[in-house]
C-alpha cells in the first residue's frame, strides 16, 4: 500500500494535535519556551538541509521566480483564507485557528523527508522515512496545538494528501528518470526547502513575518531549471 506512509503521518499528527488540546493549559511562560525551542531546531534542521545545494545561484534564482510566481497567485492569502474558512466552520471562534494551520502545514509539508518519503512510498514501498516523520510531526504538533490551537489538526489533511500524491506520482515517473538526475534534484530540492523551513522558524519566534507559502513556486521552477540544464547543458 503506496500510500501507507503518508496516512500513518497524518494520524500522528491528529494524536498530537488531540494530545495537546488536553495540554492547552500549561503554562504561557512553557508554551512559549518549548514553542521557540521548536523554532530554533527548525532553523538547525533548514540550515543543515541548506548547505546540500551544489548551486546556491540556482537557489537564488528559483526563489525569486518562484516568489513572484507566488506573490500572483496570492498563494499564502489562498491558505490563510482556507485556514479562516475552517475556523469559521470548527473553532467557535479560536483567533489562532488560522496561524495553526497555515503554520503547521508549511511545517509537516516543505522538507525533503517528506518528497524523499514519497519517493520510496512509490517507487519501493518503503515507508520508513515517512514512519520516521511521523514520530517528527507528531510530538511537535502537541505543542503547536498547545500553542496556536486545534487549526494544528486539519493540517493532517494536506500531508495526507501532499505525500500521498507524490507516492501516487513517483511510482509513475521516476521509473524514467535517470538516476544522476533524481540525486541532483533531491538535493537541490533539500536545499530551497531548507530556506523556507529557516524562514518558518523565523516567523515561529516571531523575528519577522515572511510570507513563506509564496515561495513555494520555486520548488517547481527549480526543477524546471535542473531539468533543462541535465538535458541541454
Not at 93 to 118: C, D, K, Q, R
Request: aromatic share 8%; charged share 10%; net charge neutral.
Amino acid at each position: 500500500m503506496i500510500l501507507l506512509g503518508s496516512v500513518v503521518n497524518g494520524l500522528a499528527i491528529i494524536a498530537g494535535s488531540l494530545s495537546g488540546v488536553v495540554l492547552r493549559n500549561i503554562s504561557e511562560q512553557t508554551k512559549d519556551t518549548v514553542t521557540k525551542g521548536i523554532a530554533l531546531g527548525v532553523i538547525a534542521l533548514a540550515v543543515q538541509m541548506a548547505i546540500t545545494a551544489k548551486s546556491f545561484i540556482l537557489i537564488i534564482i528559483a526563489i525569486c521566480i518562484g516568489g513572484m510566481i507566488g506573490e500572483g497567485l496570492k498563494i499564502e492569502d489562498a491558505m490563510t483564507k482556507l485556514g479562516l474558512f475552517l475556523e469559521r466552520r470548527f473553532a467557535r471562534g479560536n483567533s489562532n485557528f488560522a496561524e495553526g494551520f497555515v503554520t503547521a502545514s508549511l511545517i509537516y509539508l516543505i522538507g525533503s523527508m517528506g518528497i524523499i518519503g514519497g519517493i520510496q512510498s512509490g517507487v519501493s514501498n518503503d515507508h520508513t522515512t515517512l514512519f520516521t516523520k511521523a514520530v517528527m510531526d507528531g510530538f511537535m504538533s502537541i505543542m503547536l496545538t498547545a500553542s496556536l490551537g486545534i487549526g494544528v489538526l486539519f493540517s493532517a489533511f494536506p500531508v495526507i494528501i501532499y505525500q500521498g500524491l507524490i507516492a501516487i506520482f513517483a511510482s509513475i515517473i521516476v521509473k524514467y528518470l535517470p538516476p544522476e538526475l533524481l540525486t541532483l534534484l533531491m538535493d537541490e530540492i533539500s536545499a530551497i526547502g531548507g530556506l523556507m523551513i529557516m524562514a518558518i522558524g523565523f516567523n515561529v519566534m516571531k523575528l519577522t513575518k515572511i510570507r513563506v507559502s509564496n515561495f513555494l513556486p520555486a520548488i517547481l521552477v527549480l526543477v524546471a531549471i535542473l531539468t533543462v540544464q541535465y538535458y541541454y547543458f
